[in-house]
């Protein structure tokens, strides 16, 4: 392992924007596939790997959910999770904020309850390892909101477990006021809110997230820096940006990695954070994603960048002071 490399894996990190199913490598889809007999459109592990190209976030997502349809029972979201779980942690990631996609499930028939207890059991045994995780129960935007508070009825009995409610899926065409009273539901119940907003939407959509919404972070936000007003806004509320460069790069968010702007948004004062978003989809956990980005900023900022996720995160202020020490005492 190269010295930056090294370094990476031994910062201590919180990783605020991953979706479980999103996790799933081709080894793994094979092998649940195969117990559950389930025929799948691949002949081999690097045939699906090839089929990852896409010139979109809508290419990816038609073949994130054609993916996520192996999962069927309790032990393939347990199996899903821990995969996760131990290879973040090889990464250095000492606690998770996790986001599932119940609807992606449910409206294939598998129970609300047969996911979220195999990533409960999951994250529960990882916790034994000291992995600390909070999940996040994400509405599915390409859907109405009669679908996403039917989901918000079946999570009730689960919100001790469940940290917050999150955005995701077809971003264009589907803006934030569409989840208006779903997330004032969620915000009078308790739970945090979080939203994807600027990854290939435009900056209203950051604004209507913020001001419609009222979200506690923004997942992803690119393109919240073409509006100063609203950068301003973001920094003046220090509310954090799980940014994904990955991700970015795959779904051509960017053109190139030089070009991703985790630089100028450290610059602007803005509190981004580096994500992996969908690991097995494009390339590379969160370690290979703070390597991504190594020509772009110094070490110094990627220590803030760890920093900037624990205080994004919605782990308690000893907590995340504990956190920060141990960043301070690894980067000094
Ligand atoms: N679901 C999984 N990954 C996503 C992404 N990057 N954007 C929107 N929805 C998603
Ligand atoms: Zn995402």
């Not at 001790?160 to 999150?166: S, T």
């Not at 004032?184 to 001001?211: I, S």
Request: one cysteine or more; proline letters at 4%; charged letters at 25%.
């Amino acid at each position: 392992m190269s010295a930056a490399g090294a370094f990476i894996t031994g910062l201590p990190k919180a990783e605020l924007h991953i979706h479980l199913e999103g996790s799933l490598e081709p080894e793994l889809m094979f092998e649940i596939a195969r117990r559950n007999k389930i025929a799948i459109p691949f002949k081999s592990v690097n045939e699906v790997r090839a089929a990852y190209r896409f010139s979109r976030l809508q290419d990816f997502l038609d073949i994130y959910y054609r993916g996520a349809d192996v999962l069927r029972h309790e032990q393939d979201f347990y199996d899903l999770t821990r995969a996760y779980l131990a290879r973040a942690a090889a990464d250095g990631v000492c606690h998770v904020e996790a986001f599932f996609d119940p609807q992606a499930h449910t409206a294939r028939g598998v129970p609300f309850a047969v996911v979220i207890d195999g990533i409960l059991a999951a994250l529960k045994e990882a916790a034994s390892d000291g992995m600390t995780s909070r999940l996040i129960m994400c509405f599915l935007r390409h859907l109405d909101e009669d679908d996403a508070f039917a989901t918000f009825k079946a999570a009730e009995p689960y919100f001790g477990c469940i940290a917050g409610v999150g955005l995701d899926s077809s971003e264009r065409g589907h803006p934030p006021s569409k989840f208006r009273r779903v997330f004032a539901a969620a915000g009078a119940a308790g739970l945090k809110r979080v939203a994807h907003a600027g990854e290939e939407g435009p900056p209203e959509y950051v604004w209507e997230a913020l001001d419609v919404l009222k979200i506690d972070r923004i997942d992803h936000g690119n393109r919240a820096l073409e509006d100063p007003k609203l950068v301003a806004r973001i920094k003046a509320e220090e509310i954090t940006l799980t940014v994904c460069p990955l991700s970015n790069l795959k779904l051509c968010v960017v053109g190139d990695m030089a070009d991703h702007p985790i630089k100028n948004m450290l610059n602007q004062g803005l509190r981004a954070t580096v994500n992996s978003d969908d690991p097995a989809y494009f390339g590379g956990y969160i370690a290979d994603n703070y390597a991504a980005v190594a020509g772009l900023v110094t070490e110094a900022d990627m220590a803030e960048l760890a920093r900037n996720s624990f205080r994004g995160s919605f782990l308690d202020a000893a907590a995340t002071a504990k956190h920060l020490a141990a960043i301070d005492s690894y980067s000094a």
